[in-house]
């Protein structure tokens, strides 16, 4: 028995008790329904609230749709619309009319999930957010971000390729529910992160195979904003490669499956790798032959380069050569006036007179006197072209004067000695030789001519 407030008789309800304990039973009673019909006499409010009238062939009720779980629906109801709604049976109390109180809706029957695709399809569609001139070209991807169930066969396939392609790319994973009322929310939350770090080259987003229905939390148009607007170039990878989302139209790049993607985003290292062997002997043959052509220039330099050795022995060889004909002008100049003496010794001993032998004797010392004259101016001129050879073989010579055993004489000043007429006897003198200097004092001094004159003298006397 229900108790009343009524200060009499407590078996009496009052209008406003009755409708209130009606709406207690009801809703208890019929606390979640699920009802089937077409929508009639819509109205949409300011408020956010929805307000219809569920229909079929026998019967209506009244419907209310309150703003928070009318966000929540995934299509746009229109009159004649044929629905199905999760609701609770209540009462309008103030007017007592029986009602339900909607939390769900999605259109009846077959292809409600197609339908509620399709219009969110056009309606993106003619905001632009599907126009190719507002994706981005995927940039080269030295690391990705990959927004999908950490315990997914999608996340396991995405990295087994990415192993096996290009090991070296980094991955940041941000796990996130892929199916279920929670997931739309947890993938543009990892979205929003992956933006913010900042930190990656490229996102790809997705998920394996499934229903529509599994796959339904990429179709949720908050998330295809959150997609548009993101500042890093997305790739969708859901499902297989006849499944198509939302996500998949409004993404920079779509993938036919997760794998795909992670093999859009990684360059084939093995091809990369015959690539760089091809380059590397490429590079050895082209070193090869730079090294032959140097080895070539280098020995028709070396044949054409002659060391100082070689210098010093053609000079060598010309100083030789430049001797011998001395001794062969010599010999055949001292020939002639031998036997010019022969002839005159036999002439005088034809002319055996006294005066005779004297004026042969005369000419024959004139002529020796000559003779002997010109085979020292002779010798002298030799000498000199000979010193001049030496001293020009010197010049080239890398080995020093001194180690071929010759001297140099100096005053005690270090002034040179040039000629004999420059030193007298009594003068100390300093002979520089290779393993050091001699110190020695002047005895006599005897030139050139005074030598001669000596042997001169020396033959007269010995006639």
């Known amino acids: 028995m229900y108790q009343t407030d009524h200060p009499r008789d407590p078996g009496i309800f009052t209008v406003s008790d009755l409708n209130r304990r009606a709406k207690q039973m009801l809703e208890v009673s019929f606390a979640s329904v699920r009802v089937e019909g077409e929508i009639s006499n819509l109205a949409r409010p300011s408020s956010g609230h929805w307000y219809f009238t569920l229909k079929d062939s026998g019967a209506q009720v009244r419907c209310a749709m309150f703003r928070s779980r009318a966000g929540m629906v995934k299509f746009q109801p229109k009159e004649g619309d044929k629905v199905e709604i999760r609701a609770k049976v209540s009462l309008y109390e103030n ?45 080269a991807v ?42 739309p929310q947890q993938l543009i939350n990892a979205l929003y992160r992956a933006n913010r770090d900042n930190m990656a080259d490229a996102i790809i987003i997705g998920r394996g195979g499934g229903s529509l229905e599994d796959l339904w939390a990429f179709n949720n148009e908050v998330l295809a904003r959150e997609i548009a607007n993101s500042q890093l170039p997305v790739i969708s990878a859901v499902g297989h490669e006849v499944d198509f989302t939302i996500a998949d139209f409004v993404a920079d790049m779509r993938a036919p499956t997760p794998s795909a993607a992670a093999e859009l985003i990684s360059p084939d290292g093995q091809q990369i790798l015959r690539y760089v062997n091809d380059l590397q002997q490429r590079l050895i043959r082209n070193q090869r032959e730079r090294f032959m052509h140097a080895q070539r220039s280098l020995t028709q330099l070396q044949s054409r380069l002659r060391g100082p050795r070689q210098a010093l022995q053609s000079r060598a060889q010309h100083l030789d050569q430049l ?36 004026q042969s004797q005369q000419s024959l010392n004139q002529i020796r006197g000559r003779l002997e004259r010109a085979m020292q101016q002779q010798l002298q001129k030799k000498k000199t072209e000979l010193g001049a050879g030496m001293r020009l073989l010197n010049s080239v010579s890398p080995l020093e004067v001194l180690s071929r055993g010759y001297s140099i004489t100096r005053k005690t000043d270090g002034t040179v000695v040039r000629d004999t007429k420059e030193l007298k006897a009594g003068d100390e003198i300093e002979t520089l030789i290779r393993s050091g200097t001699l110190t020695s004092t002047v005895t006599g001094v005897q030139n050139e001519a005074q030598k001669q004159e000596v042997k001169q003298e020396a033959k007269r006397n010995d006639d």
């Open 95 to 139: 007017r007592g009319d029986y009602q339900l109180i909607v939390d769900a809706m999605k259109p009846a029957g077959e292809g409600a999930l197609l339908l509620a695709f399709e219009q969110l399809k056009r309606k993106l569609t003619a905001e632009g957010l599907f126009a190719e001139e507002r994706k981005r070209p995927l940039p």
């Open 142 to 183: 030295k690391r990705v971000a990959i927004i999908t169930s950490p315990t997914g066969a999608a996340i396991h396939d995405m990295l087994t390729v990415l192993k096996r392609r290009w090991p070296m790319l980094e991955v940041d994973l941000y796990p996130a529910a892929v199916q279920g009322e929670e997931a």
């Open 323 to 358: 001797e011998i004909r001395l001794q062969r002008t010599m010999t055949s100049r001292l020939k002639e006036p031998q036997q010019r003496l022969q002839r005159l010794q036999t002439s005088l001993a034809h002319l055996h007179p006294q005066r005779g032998l004297n």
